[in-house]
């Protein structure tokens, strides 16, 4: 069974700064890629995915996210994070070639994002 | 645009009620899932439905069923709620498609559940 890893727990930037978010996974076969993000009291919504292709992805709001695939990593970057960034991202992967679990997303534990003003 | 409804925002029950959770999918999606998400654990996959009728078990169905009689619903069901089923559900659905539309799962507003 595939697994993804997010490295940080809880990261804390100031406005205009760089962020990487890490993940990794673990699945030697075909996988998609998505980083979803759960704004305070909204639900979860898709920030980006990778799915082939070009190896650098670019989502909703600045965000992209680059497929390393020799490493198993998928993070997410922004050169500049606004306040209204603060939120919880996570990571998910879907093994492609799994079957009757193919549609099925395996999620990390999250990483909250704090920006301050 | 996909909307994911459930059935609640809140609610809170007592141990060893029967408790119903419901998901309404409104765009004719072929699977649907329910999670549940705690801090610090991330979302862990319950059960999910690739169709009327079908389920598959998630990484935690122990003190969970589920009930998907027509295509756009999906029900979580706890057959005695425990403190410890007490928790964030997240129902989701996705299209079975090939492609870069495939996939991707849409998520509803969650149904915070105390159990007390």
């Known amino acids: 069974a595939q697994s993804v890893s997010q490295h940080n727990h809880h990261v804390i930037l100031s406005e205009a700064a760089s962020l990487e978010l890490g993940c990794n996974y673990s699945?030697?076969?075909?996988?998609?890629l998505f980083w979803y993000v759960q704004y305070p009291g909204q639900h979860l919504q898709l920030l980006l995915k990778y799915f082939s292709g070009d190896p650098l992805v670019k989502g909703i709001k600045g965000f992209e996210a680059e497929f390393i695939k020799s490493k198993f990593s998928f993070n997410l970057r922004k050169p500049s994070v606004q306040w209204s960034d603060t939120a919880e991202y996570f990571c998910?992967?879907?093994?492609?070639?799994?079957?009757?679990?193919?549609?099925?997303?395996?999620f990390g534990k999250g990483t909250k994002l704090s920006v301050i003003p | 645009d996909v909307k994911v409804t459930q059935s609640s925002r809140y609610l809170v029950k007592r141990t060893g009620e029967k408790v119903f959770l419901e998901c309404v999918q409104d765009?004719?999606?072929?699977?649907m899932f329910w999670y549940r998400q705690d801090p610090g654990l991330g979302l862990r996959l319950i059960y999910f439905s690739y169709d009327v009728k079908m389920k598959e078990k998630g990484d935690i169905p122990e003190g969970y069923s589920v009930s998907r009689e027509k295509k756009e619903r999906f029900s979580l069901i706890l057959e005695s709620a425990s403190t410890n089923q007490t928790s964030m559900y997240l129902c989701a659905s996705s299209l079975t498609l090939s492609g870069p539309s495939s996939y991707e799962q849409y998520f509803g507003p969650g149904t915070r559940l105390t159990v007390t």
């Open positions: 998910a992967v879907n093994a492609r070639d799994s079957g009757a679990g193919s549609y099925q997303l395996t």
């Open positions: 699945y030697g076969g075909t996988v998609n």
């Open positions: 765009m004719d999606h072929e699977n």
